[in-house]
T-cell receptor, first 113, second 114 residues
Framework: GDSVTQMEGPVTLSEEAFLTINCTYTATGYPSLFWYVQYPGEGLQLLLKATKADDKGSNKGFEATYRKETTSFHLEKGSVQVSDSAVYFCALTLDTGRRALTFGSGTRLQVQP | DAGVIQSPRHEVTEMGQEVTLRCKPISGHDYLFWYRQTMMRGLELLIYFNNNVPIDDSGMPEDRFSAKMPNASFSTLKIQPSEPRDSAVYFC????????????FGQGTRLTVV
């Protein structure tokens, strides 16, 4: 079945450090890929997305590139801020068939001043 | 649009009681999803609807859980009887029929069963 694997957390960084959160997927078709962010006590918000191979999603300084050859969608940011502290979820859907998001386990990011 | 609206935001109930969680999806969205989030199991899909019809309920834990969508603007998730292990945050999300398959989430209902 379809699945998403992301790196274990927590990830603890100092402000202005470079961030990478790894995400790989297994899918029976051609998925769309997403990163969602969850701030404490809140729901999930879409951070960025990519719908086909080699697409780069970007938002708020975060980027991720859809790599079909490595089935990956790693999240990166060049300089993190304390306000980026949250839980990040990698997810996929299939455009045909099952429409529900399949989520990874989430990675908690803690950014220290 | 106000986004996906869930109520209540917090619910504390005693074991054995019936609990009903409510969701209003974004107007015009054809898909509605119920997820449960716990520390141990992460985000789990419970059930999802397309045009008010349940499509996949394989994630519903057991017969104590039921979900309905009587119309395009309202859905409920009911637990009867509730148990302490049902304590979790329950999220509702909706998605449009056309275009991107991303889902838009509500703020969640934090359920505590004591």
């Amino acid at each position: 079945g379809d699945s998403v694997t992301q790196m274990e957390g927590p990830v603890t960084l100092s402000e202005e450090a470079f961030l990478t959160i790894n995400c790989t997927y297994t899918a029976t078709g051609y998925p769309s890929l997403f990163w969602y962010v969850q701030y404490p006590g809140e729901g999930l918000q879409l951070l960025l997305k990519a719908t086909k191979a080699d697409d780069k999603g970007s938002n708020k300084g975060f980027e991720a590139t859809y790599r079909k050859e490595t089935t990956s969608f790693h999240l990166e940011k060049g300089s993190v801020q304390v306000s980026d502290s949250a839980v990040y979820f990698c997810a996929l859907t299939l455009d045909t068939g099952r429409r529900a998001l399949t989520f990874g386990s989430g990675t908690r990011l803690q950014v220290q001043p | 649009d106000a986004g996906v609206i869930q109520s209540p935001r917090h619910e504390v109930t005693e074991m054995g009681q019936e609990v009903t969680l409510r969701c209003k999806p974004i107007s015009g969205h054809d898909y509605l999803f119920w997820y449960r989030q716990t520390m141990m199991r992460g985000l789990e899909l419970l059930i999802y609807f397309n045009n008010n019809v349940p499509i996949d309920d394989s994630g519903m834990p057991e017969d104590r859980f039921s979900a309905k969508m009587p119309n395009a603007s309202f859905s409920t998730l009911k637990i009867q009887p509730s148990e302490p292990r049902d304590s979790a945050v329950y999220f509702c999300a909706s998605s449009p029929r056309e275009g991107s398959t991303e889902a838009f989430f509500g703020q969640g209902t934090r359920l505590t069963v004591v």
